[in-house]
């Protein structure tokens, strides 16, 4: 099914009708899988939308898509996007991307210094997560809040996380720190400086074409990654090499001297 005329948007108070289709909705994709999202009541999920911490995607007519909420720890230290769910005609839509997107954008504007992170079973949730900047990390990295891994207990592998010391589990955690993206990307804009400022511009020359026109020359010089160059130069002499090869049999020179010939040109 296509969802061009879907609506991804932020959800409000006016939403509440849509809170048991929800919560019966998420209950029920959890047996399907046979893994575990903690179980929420339609009150929790009312909550949310009153205090604009949740988006939800909806058809021109008002029939339900889809619904992700956040939850905020340790006073804001930590923030998840929990509970995304889509209803099952409308999933393999890409709705499912487009509300992460949209509960992440609205994360980083309530609480931009937040660590974002979440706990899934579900791969394909794991390729929008990373395609959003999140990494794969252990439990250890995740909050210690307790009221968070009460929420655990509804989970079908609850037993399983508590006889692991809560250190592991089925579900995958990953999260989204942003000043280390922030970092990252300071990193990356450095390097582009730096791979920019090693080409020099030469000036300009200016001659007059055979037609009587001005033409302007701009000469760069190549400075810094030799290590590239080299590499870029010996795979050029391979090829032109593969291809004198391929014509021996066709001329006199042997091959040696074509390969000296081609020292001659590159050294």
Same mark, same amino acid.
């Given at each position: 099914?296509?969802?061009?005329?879907?609506?991804?948007?932020?959800?409000?108070?006016?939403?509440?009708?849509?809170?048991?289709?929800?919560?019966?909705?998420?209950?029920?994709?959890?047996?399907? $899988?046979? *893994? /575990?999202? =903690?179980?929420?009541?339609?009150?929790? &999920?009312?909550?949310?939308?009153? %205090?604009?911490?949740?988006?939800?995607?909806?058809?021109?007519?008002?029939?339900?898509?889809?619904?992700?909420?956040?939850?905020?720890?340790?006073?804001?230290?930590?923030?998840?996007?929990?509970?995304?769910?889509?209803?099952?005609?409308? $999933?393999? *839509? /890409?709705? =499912?991307?487009?509300?992460?997107?949209? &509960?992440?954008?609205?994360?980083? %504007?309530?609480?931009?210094?937040?660590?974002?992170?979440?706990?899934?079973?579900?791969?394909?949730?794991?390729?929008?997560?990373?395609?959003?900047?999140?990494?794969?990390?252990?439990?250890?990295?995740?909050?210690?809040?307790?009221?968070?891994?009460?929420?655990?207990?509804?989970?079908?592998?609850?037993?399983?996380?508590?006889?692991?010391?809560?250190?592991?589990?089925?579900?995958?955690?990953?999260?989204?720190?942003?000043?280390?993206?922030?970092?990252?990307?300071?990193?990356?804009?450095?390097?582009?400086?730096?791979?920019?400022?090693?080409?020099?511009?030469?000036?300009?020359?200016?001659?007059?074409?055979?037609?009587?026109?001005?033409?302007?020359?701009?000469?760069?010089?190549?400075?810094?990654?030799?290590?590239?160059?080299?590499?870029?130069?010996?795979?050029?002499?391979?090829?032109?090499?593969?291809?004198?090869?391929?014509?021996?049999?066709?001329?006199?020179?042997?091959?040696?001297?074509?390969?000296?010939?081609?020292?001659?040109?590159?050294?």
């Amino acid at each position: 099914m296509e969802n061009h005329n879907l609506i991804v948007r932020l959800a409000t108070a006016d939403d509440k009708h849509y809170s048991e289709t929800i919560t019966t909705e998420m209950e029920e994709s959890a047996k399907a $899988r046979g *893994t /575990g999202i =903690a179980k929420r009541s339609p009150a929790y &999920i009312e909550m949310k939308m009153e %205090e604009g911490k949740a988006v939800i995607a909806v058809t021109e007519d008002g029939t339900w898509v889809g619904f992700c909420y956040i939850e905020a720890w340790e006073h804001g230290k930590y923030v998840a996007n929990s509970g995304l769910i889509v209803a099952p005609p409308f $999933r393999k *839509t /890409g709705v =499912a991307t487009e509300i992460k997107q949209k &509960i992440f954008a609205l994360s980083r %504007e309530k609480y931009p210094t937040s660590k974002i992170f979440g706990l899934t079973t579900g791969l394909a949730v794991m390729k929008i997560n990373s395609d959003l900047g999140y990494e794969p990390v252990t439990y250890s990295e995740l909050t210690s809040d307790e009221e968070f891994w009460k929420g655990c207990k509804s989970c079908v592998n609850y037993e399983i996380l508590m006889s692991k010391g809560r250190k592991n589990c089925m579900c995958t955690a990953m999260l989204f720190d942003p000043a280390e993206a922030e970092a990252k990307l300071k990193a990356a804009e450095a390097k582009a400086a730096k791979v920019q400022a090693q080409e020099v511009k030469k000036p300009e020359t200016t001659t007059v074409s055979p037609e009587g026109e001005l033409v302007h020359h701009r000469h760069r010089e190549f400075k810094g990654n030799l290590k590239l160059f080299d590499r870029w130069v010996r795979f050029k002499q391979f090829v032109l090499l593969k291809s004198f090869r391929r014509k021996d049999e066709g001329n006199g020179d042997s091959p040696d001297k074509k390969r000296s010939l081609l020292s001659i040109f590159f050294w």
